[in-house]
């Protein structure tokens, strides 16, 4: 601190009850779930595993229990948008990782999305000339499409930072989609029909996995949900999600404390784009169709605002915010027409009001700093506050005390 | 498994190269009316570049809703024109009778645009600025209200494309290279020119002007100075609008049958590649990245033989360009610039 600064509050407890105020007013105290976040924080770890299993069970029961005011009958098959809500939700934890962790504004993700889609309906569907082979191959192959892509465009363009990355990923999006209008090879308008699906017959030798049942593939995408979700969880507690949070935060700062930034965006980017193309597979596997016209910006943008909706940089919110993003127009089927126009004035509403969307991500990080620092000062964890001091010498660091 | 898929994936890409195809003599016979084509259409996207890099050097964020201050101009010209009785083919008129339609309809477009300008400040960016958001909400309120405006005019109007209505006939006035070049063309491109110039103008010369320089250069100093910011980007905003509301007249002269709720998308995503390519913030890069767009967009369409190629071909060279130079052509900020 210099000595032209003048008066200062040094940052004793008071301060730092202050900032923990401020924060605690920031996590959805007002909300539906009033402090929800942090009782769960509270439990220990067993109790919250098994919360999760029953949770998990529920949420595997979900097509059979048909719960009377969720669902989305008459009007949608219930099942089906069971289906649609779990590929979103995919999606918007795939996006999470970039968006949430790293901070990469990615406008164009729609395009990995469509990668794992066509992938899968030119390697399952007999509209297409090329080899077939069966559908649960295509998944790992279209993650691998998807990422090679992703690392494609993120190699020569995450140098760029911020908007400019904006604008790059979103002509990559769009690019992708008059693509598959031009090339003759991708079928443009007329698309693919009968797109594969995984083996397996009941016992009365029904095909499982039909496109008009939506439950097999609801439990298929939720397990796949469950396992991205323990990976990503993995990945956001590791080195390398640490990389992701500080690149999040300050690019600067973290290359310059040794964070090999470009590194870890390509990282992001890749493990990002493979999840967008393995939900795309899925998408394209329950669907069982697939052209040109399901991949416009639109629905990129939808995508993101699904993420930011929900919560950047938490899981949770992610997958709240993907399901709720394919849910309402299916469960409000009247307002399906407008469903843009709400998405437009709910996203200006949640923005202005909840900036860090429905779930905010857990600043646990600087939670923890707060401890350590509290610890230093010597005070018990969460004490009562003092008053502030007021630095009036000129010359006089805080640091002295 | 993997050994067989692997070589039959080689085998199966598609080679037939039926859907790329380099027409070099295409491309040397249509030289000339491809140039004098993507001028036309880089003058309009400089335009709305323009109202994307004043809002980018003082606010530092996307505006993404200005693709539907443009085409709520666009709409603005629609409903004059209509008004007016005009119909698919232009009715013969005399030169001042034109000329007064088009004042009329510029000046309509223009106050429709700069109030929707003003509308989406007000509403998606002001708010948040009062609360201190962070930089990725006003993003997505920018989209948030981009999205409320093209479904409102969605609901209103519908999804095809409004009935085309011409202005006034092109009639040839230069012939270059054997190449015709029309009255319409010339009147965009000169117009075009004359309000960029003004407004390049306008900021280097007026105190306005200096006062936007000083919020994009430092928005604090700037207001200890007695520059009063908020008025500083509302003006921003509002010339913004004037310039999408100018290229809106343009744009509908051009295509007339492209006044749709979502026409204004591609085109502004092609306008902030616009301003980019010149280096953002930049009054006289959006200028030359405008251009640029058209022309390469032209060309490429003309040289792969399909009007789809225009965005993908302007998109790669915007790529290409940034990564060459990652701040742009002219790369220095609205703020930097001298006075």
Do not use: K, V
């Given at each position: 601190m210099s000595t032209t600064d003048g008066p200062t509050l040094i940052p004793d407890d008071a301060a730092a009850q202050a900032i923990a105020d401020r924060e605690a007013r920031m996590r959805p105290r007002r909300g539906w779930f009033p402090g929800l976040g942090d009782r769960w924080n509270a439990l220990p770890r067993q109790t919250q595993w098994l919360i999760l299993i029953v949770v998990v069970v529920i949420a595997y029961l979900l097509p059979i229990l048909n719960p009377p005011l969720i669902t989305t009958e008459p009007g949608n098959n219930w099942q089906i948008a069971l289906a649609q809500m779990s590929v979103y939700a995919l999606v918007a934890v795939g996006l999470n990782v970039v968006v949430g962790y790293a901070g990469l504004l990615d406008l164009g993700y729609v395009a990995f999305f469509a990668l794992g889609s066509y992938t899968a309906a030119m390697l399952?569907?007999?509209?297409?000339?090329y080899v077939h082979i069966p559908y649960l191959w295509t998944l790992p192959l279209a993650m691998a499409v998807a990422m090679f892509f992703g690392v494609v465009l993120g190699v020569p363009t995450l140098r760029l930072r911020g908007d400019y990355l904006a604008i790059v990923t979103l002509g990559f999006g769009e690019i992708v989609r008059i693509l598959a209008t031009i090339i003759p090879a991708m079928k443009g308008q007329v698309g693919f029909q009968n797109v594969g699906h995984p083996p397996g017959t009941d016992s009365s030798g029904q095909t499982i996995f039909q496109n008009s049942n939506g439950t097999p593939w609801y439990w298929l995408t939720l397990t796949i949900i469950i396992v991205v979700l323990l990976a990503a969880g993995n990945l956001e507690r590791s080195r390398v999600g640490r990389a992701w949070i500080a690149i999040r935060e300050d690019e600067d700062a973290a290359e310059i404390m040794g964070v090999p930034t470009f590194k870890y965006k390509v990282w992001a980017f890749a493990i990002g784009a493979s999840v967008g193309g393995l939900s795309g597979a899925l998408f394209a596997g329950q669907v069982g169709f697939v052209n040109n016209q399901k991949f416009d910006i639109a629905t990129s943008i939808l995508f993101v605002a699904a993420v930011v909706m929900g919560g950047t940089g938490n899981k949770v919110g992610a997958l709240l915010g993907g399901s709720l993003v394919a849910y309402i127009p299916l469960r409000f089927t009247a307002i399906a027409e407008f469903k843009y126009l709400i998405f437009g004035a709910a996203l200006v509403i949640i923005m202005i009001f909840r900036p860090g969307g429905l779930l905010p991500a857990r600043q646990s990080l600087l939670a923890y700093g707060r401890l350590a620092y509290n610890k230093l000062k010597g005070f018990a964890v969460g004490g009562s506050p003092a008053s502030g001091k007021l630095v009036t010498q000129p010359g006089k660091e805080a640091g002295n005390e | 498994m993997i050994s067989e898929v692997i070589p039959a994936l080689l085998h199966s890409v598609p080679m037939d190269d039926t859907w790329i195809t380099f027409d070099v003599n295409s491309f040397a016979q249509n030289f000339w009316s491809s140039t004098f084509d993507g001028l036309t259409f880089g003058a309009i996207y400089a335009l709305v570049a323009l109202g994307y890099t004043l809002v980018y050097g003082v606010l530092n964020l996307i505006n993404f809703a200005h693709s539907e201050v443009f085409i709520v101009g666009c709409y603005g010209v629609f409903f004059t024109l209509s008004a007016l009785n005009f119909g698919p083919s232009a009715p013969r008129l005399a030169f001042w009778a034109i000329v007064g339609n088009l004042v009329l309809a510029l000046v309509v477009a223009i106050i429709a645009s700069a109030l929707m300008a003003v509308i989406v400040e007000r509403v998606a960016y002001k708010p948040l600025r009062q609360r201190k958001a962070p930089r990725l909400a006003f993003l997505i309120t920018a989209i948030g209200v981009s999205f409320a405006i093209q479904y409102t005019i969605y609901w209103w109007r519908g999804p095809s494309p409004e009935a085309a209505l011409t202005m006034f006939r092109p009639l040839p006035i230069f012939d270059v290279f054997g190449t015709i070049v029309d009255s319409q063309q010339v009147v965009i491109v000169i117009a075009a020119i004359i309000l960029m110039i003004a407004t390049d103008q306008f900021i280097r010369r007026s105190r306005t002007g200096r006062g936007i320089r000083a919020v994009a250069q430092d928005p604090d100093t700037a207001t200890l100075m007695g520059v009063n910011k908020e008025k500083i980007i509302v003006t921003t905003f509002i010339i913004g609008g004037i310039l999408a509301g100018a290229a809106a007249l343009f744009y509908v002269m051009k295509i007339p049958s492209g006044v749709q709720y979502n026409g204004g998308f591609i085109l502004g995503v092609k306008a902030f590649a616009a301003a980019v390519l010149g280096g953002i913030g930049n009054v006289r890069g959006a200028l030359l990245g405008g251009l640029l767009i058209g022309l390469i967009g032209n060309y490429g369409q003309v040289l792969l033989g399909s009007s789809q190629w225009t965005d993908v071909v302007a998109f790669v060279v915007l790529v290409l360009v940034l990564i060459v130079r990652p701040e742009g052509i002219l790369g220095s900020s609205l703020g930097k610039s001298k006075a």
């Open positions: 399952t569907s007999p509209d297409s000339p | -």
